[in-house]
């Protein structure tokens, strides 16, 4: 029945490469292989190259985040910029679809000798939520489990969704760097009993950071140690 029904959508909505352009997918096989399948690993604060994408010496006393890795840059008209758009604003959720094909399991240099390792989205306010009809982050969350499930069978990776978004707030892409600190202040809560002490952070996109350097700090407020953001994308 699964099959028949996409028989079904694919004829009347058909899906093209926003690459190429040639019907099927939404990014076909050979313009992924066009890209480098190198993670992005640089300061997440002055965005010097760094091993692990770990937080340099010289930023550590003004970041929150430990670190950050990303599968791809960032920037207009790239493929990557294109799909993330379709998959927010569009409401484009099979767009998931490419990102397993793309998201791969990354071996933190500090996952050694940890038993267990939360995996939380950067969360959506519930009214953005109910309007898109899914939060891209919890969808990237449920990607990046199993991925890592899968590849390191001693480690317990535990989705938890106990950050929460208490504050509606305008969309950080139509801002500049200082309105969207402003922005995104006190804009999330930890809800859970106990924080984890290791966090692995989820979102689509990393811009300025803003608004994973909050969520990191509100982490660490509870009482995570270890906070290291994940993203899709990357702005160079």
């Known amino acids: 029945m699964d099959n028949f029904f ?99 399991p990354i071996n933190f240099f500090w996952l050694e000798n940890k038993k267990t390792v939360a995996i939380i989205p950067v969360p959506l306010h519930s009214r953005r939520e109910r309007e898109r009809g899914f939060n891209q982050a919890d969808l990237l969350v449920g990607v990046f489990h199993d991925k890592m499930s899968a590849e390191f069978s001693t480690v317990d990776f535990q989705i938890n969704r106990d950050l929460i978004r208490r504050r509606f707030t305008q969309q950080q892409a139509k801002l500049t760097k200082e309105e969207r600190l402003e922005n995104i202040k006190d804009a999330f809560d930890w809800q859970g009993k106990e924080c984890p002490k290791t966090i692995i952070l989820i979102d689509d996109v990393f811009t300025s950071g803003a608004t994973m350097q909050e969520c990191a700090k509100i982490l660490k407020s509870a009482g995570a140690e270890i906070v290291w953001g994940v993203t899709l994308s990357r702005a160079e």
């Open 6 to 104: 996409k028989f079904i959508k694919d004829i009347l909505f058909p899906i093209f490469c926003v690459d190429c352009g040639k019907e099927g997918e939404w990014w076909c096989s050979p313009c992924r292989k066009k890209i480098k399948s190198v993670l992005i690993a640089k300061c997440p604060v002055c965005h010097r190259h760094s091993e692990f994408g770990a937080v340099c010496v010289v930023c550590r006393s003004v970041s929150s985040l430990d670190g950050l890795v990303s599968y791809l840059p960032y920037f207009e008209k790239y493929p990557a910029a294109i799909l993330i758009h379709k998959f927010k604003y569009q409401y484009a959720k099979d767009i998931v679809e490419i990102w397993k094909k793309i998201m791969s």
